[in-house]
Structures are given as C-alpha cells and as structure tokens.
C-alpha cells in the first residue's frame, strides 16, 4: 500500500478515536463506568435495561450518536490493524509472516463483528430489548475484541523489529 494511503488511514484511525471519545463520554456514569463498552458487554436484556434505565434520554441520544460513528470508525480502525499486521508480515518469514497475515485478515473479520454489534447495540437503543439481541451482541463485542487488541498487539510489539530490519529485507528466523 502506498505510504499516502497508509498516513490517510492512520488520520481517520486516529481522528476517529478522538471523535469516539467525545461522543461518547457522557456515557460513562456510575452505573457505566466504560460508558458504550458497558453496552457492548451487556450479556442479557436485564443487563441492557439497567443500563437504559440509568441514562436520560440526552444519554440514549448520546449512545445512538456514538454507534452511529462507529460505523465509519470500524471502516478506519479495521483497515489501519490489516495493513500494519500484513505490511509488518511481509518484512517476515516463518511464524512472524504467517502471525501477522492471519491478524491481518481477523482485523477485517472484527471490523465486520463490529457492524454485527452496532446493529444489535442500535436496535436495543431504539427499545427492541430481549437476551438473543444481547447475546448477540455481547458476542460480537467479545470476539471483536479479542480479534482487533491481538492485532494490535502484534503491531505495537513488532514495530521495532520491522522498522529495525527495513533497510535489511526480509528476515528469516530458525524455530526450533
């Protein structure tokens, strides 16, 4: 991917992340102390009630703002975590290459449990509660979750390697 594009993908990552936190603090009360991630992890529909329950409508507005938002954040965020993960991967060989082209493509896949639980966080906003919704949800959440921090944590963890050996080509590690 050209350089251009990358800095155009880590702008909207990183703008993104501003406009999600703006919007969405007012979420965070005591009751939801992680404001929209308290949601997101809601596993039942009593859990999502008390949570509507304790936010106002300025609240609910608040929330259907901030998930709203996260469909263009999830397009940024996903595209940014695939070509870190697949360009440090092509620096590789072996395990390293093989890791980050798998977290690549499960940072696509959380962009798309992302859509899965905007949809399911949207229609409990707009009063269509029950624990399948929930589940649902939670569910996308979790494994959205787990997809996109591995993904970034391979990032974080390999860029000093990658940038180390940029000049070099690609490396090749022995496993034993």
């Known amino acids: 991917m050209r350089v251009t594009s990358f800095a155009i993908i880590t702008a909207g990552t990183l703008l993104m992340v501003w406009v999600m936190q703006k ?8 009751v939801t102390p992680f404001g929209i991630l308290n949601l997101e992890l809601a596993s039942s529909e009593s ?3 008390a949570i509507l329950n304790t936010w106002d409508a300025d609240k609910v507005d608040a929330a259907k703002l901030n998930t709203a938002l ?13 070509t870190a993960c697949n360009t440090i991967a092509q620096r590789f060989t072996g395990f390293v290459r ?5 977290l690549a493509y499960g940072a696509l896949a959380a962009g798309m ?11 409990s906003l707009y009063g269509n509660t029950s624990d399948w919704i929930s589940i649902i949800t939670c569910l ?7 997809l996109a921090l591995a993904a970034l944590a391979f990032v974080l963890i390999m860029a000093i390697p990658y940038w180390m050996s940029k000049n070099n080509g690609p490396q090749h590690h022995r496993h034993p």
């Open 23 to 30: 919007t969405g603090a007012p979420l965070k009360t005591t």
């Open 47 to 49: 859990q999502v009630l």
């Open 70 to 82: 996260d469909f263009i954040f999830l397009v940024f965020y996903s595209l940014f975590l695939f």
């Open 98 to 102: 093989q890791t980050g082209i798998a």
């Open 113 to 123: 449990l992302d859509v899965v639980e905007n949809i399911g966080m949207l229609v």
């Open 140 to 146: 996308a959440a979790v494994i959205k979750w787990v």
